[in-house]
């Protein structure tokens, strides 16, 4: 057992990664921003909190100046971070307020506080992005292989120019400045990163309503809901990752002493927005307002997936031994979790 700090425990990946914390064996502590957060993930995991397994802290906002002061602090005292806290969302009005600062601060902060004020920490995962790997500069850039050792080389400037460019440059910035930390301040931890693309999956944080679902899940949603019965939007990224597979990579990067100072670009596969929308007709046949075959929209562009760039995920299969879930799976399991919660 292992005793462990998990920030931004509400979210989508943390929550799926708090489940898979507790049911092995690990005693955790996770950051909420408020008290009626963490009162929701209390009632849905009583039993380990009444054992002393689950525990909270409570962080407002971590942009703040040392936010994590006091959350690192605990007894007995904690041996492993995973720090998952960040914004992806594209409802901003300020992209330096609203994502940049949160993901840079957030990070550089946390690091800071393990080195001043948890010393026995030996590990720290931080939740990254293929956005801090892709080069949308380059566009769909066929034949080109995308590993760890890409960046997205996007400037200061370019980053404040939209939400997306301010959410790709939040990720970006925020790893770059925990390798910088790792090699300038040598601290007696390691640092892991995990890089998923678009993450699917099924929901088990508190969610009210569908109005809230995470950015990524949106799609299945508006697909189920007929929203894509004219026309399939565009894809985007072609690249995809179940939340689950994510989680549990968080976790293997530190119970995996192999995993130290290393990044993980953890992704299954490709998909398009016509896939999603096909696999939701043939295992849902209750929608009835999906596109058909005909319907534009939504595909690879021209030479399929030929005409895309690849991928490694050799590291996370070889490292962390993940074996990724299929898309089917995915989006029948996300589907199934939307419909509890009114779909």
């Not at 370019?158 to 910035?173: C, D, I, L, W």
């Not at 179940?242 to 192999?258: G, S, Y």
């Amino acid at each position: 057992m292992t005793r462990v700090l998990l920030t931004g425990g509400s979210g989508f990946i943390a929550a799926h990664t708090l489940d898979i914390l507790l049911k092995r064996g690990h005693s955790v502590v996770t950051t909420v921003r408020t008290q009626q957060k963490a009162d929701k993930i209390k009632s849905a995991y009583q039993s380990y909190a009444e054992k002393g397994q689950l525990g909270f802290s409570i962080v407002p906002d971590i942009a703040q100046e040392g936010a994590f002061d006091k959350a690192v602090v605990s007894d007995p005292p904690f041996e492993a971070v995973l720090h998952t806290a960040s914004p992806f969302h594209f409802n901003v009005t300020d992209v330096k307020k609203d994502l940049l600062d949160p993901a840079i601060i957030g990070t550089t902060g946390i690091l800071k506080s393990i080195k001043k004020s948890a010393p026995s920490v030996k590990q720290v995962v931080i939740t990254s992005s293929f956005a801090a790997i892709v080069n949308p500069d380059k566009g769909f850039w066929p034949g080109h292989v995308y590993t760890e050792e890409d960046w997205n080389p996007i400037t200061q400037e370019q980053a404040v120019e939209n939400p997306m460019n301010g959410y790709r440059a939040s990720k970006t910035f925020a790893e770059k400045a925990a390798w910088d930390f790792l090699e300038q301040e040598k601290p007696n931890f390691t640092v892991s990163t995990i890089n998923p693309p678009m993450v699917f999956g099924p929901i088990i944080h508190n969610l009210d309503t569908l109005d809230n679902i995470n950015t990524s899940n949106q799609r299945l949603v508006f697909a189920a809901q007929g929203k894509f019965k004219d026309e399939i939007p565009p894809t985007g990224v072609y690249l995809w990752v179940d939340v689950r597979d994510v989680a549990l990579a968080h976790i293997l990067a530190f119970e995996k002493p192999e995993a130290a100072n290393k990044r993980f670009f953890t992704l299954a596969g490709y998909f398009s927005n016509k896939e999603i929308a096909s696999l939701i007709k043939k295992n849902f046949p209750q929608y009835k307002d999906l596109p058909g075959d005909s319907t534009p929209g939504g595909d690879y562009p021209e030479g399929g997936k030929d005409g895309i760039y690849k991928f490694s995920n050799k590291q996370s299969i070889d490292v962390l031994g993940l074996k990724y879930k299929t898309l089917e799976e995915s989006v029948v399991d996300s589907i199934k979790s939307f419909q509890g919660v009114g779909l």
